[in-house]
């Protein structure tokens, strides 16, 4: 029940075209998701998070859609660019009881080609 | 304002040693979770620390433990080390509970 299923496990991308990556839920006490993403040699970076209050959120090019009926979320990334080219991880967290812990999924790595 | 530092960056032990690995929070922060990427098992929570108290810990055994001082700086230990304990060990603080958490840039830990 604790556990964040992401796919796909890799993603091959044209420069210009959109990334979309999805991830699934069972803990339905979760109540907040972000994305990160992750350069090799690099500790991951928060990119965008959404709370299931809200059906979407966006911010420049990213935007994660949120179902709360369905327990998905994912994440699409517009115009896609070659510095987009990284490893994207989705997670989850809540539960009850005060608590910063993050479930991750797998991650997915991102080739933007130019 | 200094992100999440971590120290060492790397780091060479034998199996059967021990190792600290040290982690300081952004400025003000009072929250500090441990986490281990690996390959095969991606990352997985270690442990959480609010105001010197540990308030959450991953299923890993009890060779790995952690601490948390007053000025918020925190440090973790593994004892005992395995070969499969080589990973990278990633600290993140955030301000206190359900605020963004930020990640240093990890500690890359290699058993031999």
Known sequence: QQQVKQSPQSLIVQKGGISIINCAYENTAFDYFPWYQQFPGKGPALLIAIRPDVSEKKEGRFTISFNKSAKQFSLHIMDSQPGDSATYFCAASGGGGATNKLIFGTGTLLAVQP | ?112
């Open chain 2, 1 to 112: 304002k200094a992100g999440v530092t971590q120290t060492p960056r790397y780091l060479i032990k034998t199996r059967g040693q021990q190792v600290t690995l040290s982690c300081s929070p952004i400025s003000g922060h009072r929250s500090v979770s441990w986490y281990q990427q690996t390959p095969g098992q991606g990352l997985q929570f270690l442990f959480e620390y609010f105001s010197e108290t540990q308030r959450n810990k991953g299923n890993f055994p009890g060779r790995f433990s952690g601490r948390q001082f007053s000025n918020s700086r925190s440090e973790m230990n593994v004892s005992t080390l395995e070969l499969g304990d080589s990973a990278l060990y990633l600290c993140a603080s955030s301000l206190e509970f359900y605020n963004t958490q930020y990640f240093g840039p990890g500690t890359r830990l290699t058993v031999l």
